[in-house]
Nanobody, 129 residues
Framework: QVQPVESGGGSVQAGDALRLSCVASGYTDNSHCMGWFRQAPGKEPEGVAVLISGSAGSASYADSVKGRFTISEDNAKNIVFLQMNSLKPEDTAMYYC?????????????????????RGQGTQVTVSS
């Protein structure tokens, strides 16, 4: 498996927006769950958003980001995006992209995404108040 590569993190003010990108080659069918989880220092990892590749309307989100974050994909380019709007200081964390073969529903994938072994190195997001 090709390791995903994330980009797009940075330091912003509360209320700002960021878009993260994840290049994950080879996943263009609808048999993979792809998404983002985050981990802040001293905290457990948290699944943020996932989708089933090539399956419209399959996205699932953590309650903490619903209405603010949007996950999408450019299937032709094997890129998954995470548009993060109205950022809050509590969104500060290392954000990781992960993907695995997945034949279940996306909501279940969201809960186990942080356990996927095929993950990137992460990109830091820091939101100051």
């Amino acid at each position: 498996q090709v390791q995903p590569v994330e980009s797009g993190g940075g330091s912003v003010q509360a209320g700002d927006a960021l878009r993260l990108s994840c290049v994950a080659s080879g996943y263009t069918d609808n048999s993979h769950c792809m998404g983002w989880f985050r981990q802040a220092p001293g905290k457990e990892p948290e699944g943020v958003a996932v989708l089933i590749s090539g399956s419209a309307g399959s996205a699932s989100y953590a309650d903490s980001v619903k209405g603010r974050f949007t996950i999408s994909e450019d299937n032709a380019k094997n890129i998954v995006f995470l548009q993060m709007n109205s950022l809050k200081p509590e969104d500060t964390a290392m954000y990781y992209c992960a993907t695995e073969i997945w034949l279940g529903v996306s909501s279940r994938c969201l809960r186990v995404l942080a356990d996927f072994s095929n993950r990137g190195q992460g990109t830091q997001v820091t939101v100051s108040s």
